[in-house]
């Protein structure tokens, strides 16, 4: 039986088409999110910014899309009686975010300002931005407390 090149060349070129795979290769990633404090004031007031960065080591690329979603709270905190004085509770989503909580001065010397939560990194399944079909790749969380002397920031 003879069979003839230009058929076992079709044959393959045809096969070859037929099994091209879709493969979804997913991102190996950990979060080492990183929680920054400043404040000023103006107007009597301070004025604290919080800025969350998600800050991923990634291991293996993958081919899938990384969707980070943050979630907490930053607080100004009254330094003689332990009071909350303003909080703001956040969420969002991105590599980082930059979240702002104020509190009136009068009467205070020094505050304390918090911020807390988590980061996680999803895998979006199919890039159909769709939360229902993602995948928890990894999840960090952060903390950072940041004491504030009303004297210095003016100054």
Known sequence: MKIRIPTVVLFFFLLSLNSCLDLEEEP??????????????????????????????????????????????????????????????????????????SADTTGHERFIVIMAGSIKAYSDVGNDGSSSNNKLLSEGDFYQETQFIISDLVN
Do not use: R
Request: charged share 10%; hydrophobic share 45%; net charge negative.
């Open 28 to 101: 190996i990633l950990m979060l080492n999110p990183v929680a920054e404090i400043s404040a000023h004031v103006k107007d009597q007031k301070i004025y604290a910014t919080g800025l969350i960065s998600a800050n991923p080591q990634i291991l293996t690329v993958g081919n899938i899309p990384v969707v980070y979603e943050f979630s907490g709270d930053l607080a100004i905190w009254n330094t003689l009686n332990g009071n909350i004085i303003d909080v703001s509770a956040f969420s969002g989503g991105g590599l980082s975010q930059v979240y702002s909580v």
